[in-house]
């Protein structure tokens, strides 16, 4: 039975691929941060299968700022995969906690991959890092490969840029089996919140129950290559499986803008956006990211994988999830 240990496991990436490790018969390790309210609600149903629940799902309390920890967790642990996907992924929230950011995104993987080190896990075990398109920010080619020059525009993607770059010298370093998966923009009904897309289709469902009459949003033109998170956690586990290590674009080889996911989402409970989206200020980032759109040719060559639920789809099983979820939220109201 493999063993694996994933940092962030209780975030969106973090739930399906736990989903994911436990259907192929791994022991899944997480590392959650320790919290004065439940937040493992993404990982909940998991402990309903006998067959998971206290024999092949772990979990720990650690944090990515906390290096003494990692290295008494891998030592106790001895992990055959290491899929770090925790961080402080919210960019826009990055230019107000920078410091932070840098930390626990930056900082946080040199962490891991030394503790690989020191526990001399560097020919047992396999690391995958969770690089993002926000490192390609102001892109110096459309679309974006594996080869585009990085020019990252927020704090998020400064420090996801080190990270990226550790990993690569990790495995040339010391011959790890390291990995980088740069990933386009990826959905989810598990989405966070506070993320445009979830922000947008919890308002749909939300105005559709008459629960609320707007959403404030920033920048409605800036273009994203938006795809699923269950079908790219996959691409996660493929690339840990292959003889040697790479760096791979995950990405739908699409853009469109944050314009374009209202007219679909609203579309799709029969409102009119326009009636509804307001704009604010506020969300408007200091430098933004105009236009991603990645290339997944290499992943597609080399692991025979590509993305098969497409941007309108995506947006639409959000949107059925978030009015369902705002249904049961006004039947609680009335009790």
Not at 104 to 132: D, F, M, N
Not at 207 to 217: A, T, V
Not at 277 to 291: F, S
């Amino acid at each position: 039975m493999k063993k694996a240990l994933i940092t962030g496991i209780t975030g969106q990436d973090g739930s399906y691929l736990a989903e994911l490790l436990l259907s192929k018969g791994y022991e899944v390790h997480g590392v959650i941060r320790r919290a004065s309210t439940f937040n493992t609600s993404r990982i909940d149903h998991l402990y309903s299968d006998p067959h998971v629940n206290g024999v092949r799902l772990h979990l720990h309390y650690g944090d990515l700022a906390d290096s003494v920890q990692m290295v008494k967790l891998l030592y106790q642990l001895q992990p055959d995969e290491i899929y770090n996907l925790g961080a402080q992924s919210h960019v826009r929230v990055s230019f107000d906690v920078p410091e932070y950011t840098g930390d626990v995104v930056g900082l946080g993987a040199q962490r891991i991959l030394e503790a690989i080190r020191e526990t001399g896990l560097v020919k047992k075990c396999r690391y995958y890092q969770a690089s993002s398109s926000e490192m390609f920010g102001k892109v110096q080619e459309v679309p974006q490969t594996e080869k585009t020059p990085f020019w990252p525009r927020s704090p998020y993607g400064c420090a996801k840029m080190y990270a990226y770059w550790l990993t690569v010298n990790y495995r040339e370093s010391y011959d790890l089996h390291a990995s980088n998966g740069i990933l386009f923009n990826h959905e989810s009904p598990r989405r966070g919140e506070t993320f445009v897309t979830r922000k947008i289709t919890r308002a749909v469902g939300r105005i559709k129950m008459g629960l609320q009459d707007s959403i404030y949003l920033g920048n409605l033109d800036a273009k994203r290559d938006w795809g699923y998170a269950k079908e790219y956690v996959e691409m996660m586990w493929m690339m840990l499986q292959q003889d040697q290590p790479d760096d791979y674009v995950v990405g739908t080889n699409e853009t469109h803008s944050v314009k374009e996911f209202c007219e679909v989402a609203f579309a799709r409970a029969g409102l009119d956006w326009e009636k509804h989206v307001k704009y604010d200020a506020r969300y408007e980032r200091p430098a933004e990211v105009d236009l991603l759109i990645g290339d997944p040719a290499k992943a597609k060559k080399q692991l025979g994988w590509e993305p098969k639920v497409r941007f309108k789809e995506l947006v639409e099983l959000m949107v059925d999830h978030d009015i369902q979820l705002a249904k049961r939220e006004l039947a609680v109201s009335k009790i």
